[in-house]
């Protein structure tokens, strides 16, 4: 096998409606040269048996959502998702198609497969996560065993995971600059941010266990004139343990279309996560997006954000409260922030997202190159 496979089948960890990121970038770029398949975790809704729910979001992308019974064992589980696989697999040609992984626990539905190439896109390290499933570090070893190529999401994760397949690249998060561009030059703000006087800081991804709510609250309190625009779903963590001072606004979540015009009103933009194991390997894409969209940024010490960003001194690193206070201040006193931006931008010049699909594809079709001339040579 020479060229590439018809077919892309995506098995993803995240809801393709669920905060726009790294799968949803990639695929939609990629859709243009593959008929690509998003295939999201089951449902437990099904009364009448288990089914395939495909629904059409791109012109060649459809989400397919499994719905299956409640109550099921894992086991039970397993054998029902591995059913269902065989069944949307058997008037293809598996040799049609290419299987990108982002969660290994696919892998235990997916594993009597055969497609023409094995992709696996380690966005993180998932093991390390709340609430991980026991066999997923095993199912990881075993996928990689079976990819044909490997992407991590950043530096730091491909440090730690290099040594174990000898076709991995690192591909850190990338970013549609023409997109978040748009917020140095927005002039309305949305109506639920248009209602909050002064000065803003605001945080957008997903509030859970990485996020700092002890720092956030420690900013607020001692700076009560300033507000904090927090965007994004709330999960994995009790609602009730938010800080709820007046000066915090939770917003709720936003479509990607709308971030542009949250950031222009921000005067700073937070990346406030925890150092822990779930942070450990992280590589947020919204530090080239805040970046982009001309805002300073303030965040703490993420391995990825330190090198190249702060390395770079594009942004501020901040280890405590009086750290993040100290830094806001000094970007609310800059009134000169034109050589500042020309650096981001020349930083930022070649990153796009356009170009990672590139580079990937190019991985993968020496992959194919170098699978053919193994398959020779055996």
């Not at 998060?173 to 978040?180: A, L, Q, R, V």
Request: glycine share 4%; net charge neutral; hydrophobic share 40%.
């Amino acid at each position: 096998m020479k060229k590439l496979p018809a077919k892309l089948l995506c098995l993803s960890h995240l809801r393709w409606d669920f905060v726009y990121q790294r799968p949803q970038h990639l695929l939609t770029r990629f859709s243009e040269m593959f008929k690509t398949y998003f295939l999201e975790e089951p449902i437990h809704d099904a009364t009448d048996g288990a089914y395939l729910h495909l629904s059409n979001r791109l012109p060649n992308l459809w989400v397919v959502v499994p719905h299956i019974p409640k109550g099921l064992s894992k086991l039970e589980e397993k054998l029902m998702m591995k059913q269902l696989m065989d069944k949307f697999m058997e008037k293809e040609d598996s040799e049609d198609f290419l299987f990108w992984y982002y969660t290994p626990m696919a892998l235990s539905f997916t594993e009597q497969l055969s497609p023409a190439l094995t992709v696996y896109d380690c966005m993180d390290e998932l093991s390390l996560f709340k609430n991980a499933p026991a066999e997923l570090k095993d199912l990881e070893k075993r996928l990689i065993a079976k990819s044909d190529v490997v992407f991590t999401g950043g530096q730091s994760l491909y440090e730690a995971k290099k040594q174990q397949h000898a076709n991995m690249f690192p591909f850190p998060s990338s970013i549609d600059k023409s997109h978040f561009v748009k917020a140095r030059t927005n002039k309305v703000q949305p109506a639920d941010q248009a209602q909050v006087e002064g000065i803003k800081l605001g945080f957008y991804g997903v509030i859970d266990e990485r996020f700092d709510i002890n720092l956030i609250k420690a900013v607020a309190d001692a700076r009560p004139e300033w507000n904090f625009m927090l965007i994004g779903p709330v999960l994995k963590i009790n609602r009730e343990h938010l800080p709820k001072n007046k000066n915090i606004h939770y917003l709720g979540q936003k479509s990607y279309e709308q971030l542009p015009a949250y950031l222009s009103g921000w005067d700073v933009a937070l990346i406030p996560f925890m150092l822990n194991d779930s942070t450990k390997f992280i590589s947020p894409t919204k530090t080239p997006e805040y970046l982009s969209a001309g805002k300073p940024v303030v965040s703490t010490a993420i391995r990825d954000v330190v090198n190249p960003y702060a390395k770079n001194k594009l942004v501020h690193i901040g280890y405590t409260a009086e750290d993040f206070i100290d830094a806001i201040e000094l970007e609310l006193n800059n009134k000169n922030k034109k050589e500042w931006l020309a650096k981001v931008d020349a930083f930022l010049a070649k990153n796009s997202w356009d170009n990672t699909c590139e580079s990937m594809l190019t991985c993968i079709k020496n992959s194919i190159k170098d699978k053919h001339k193994i398959s020779i040579a055996s």
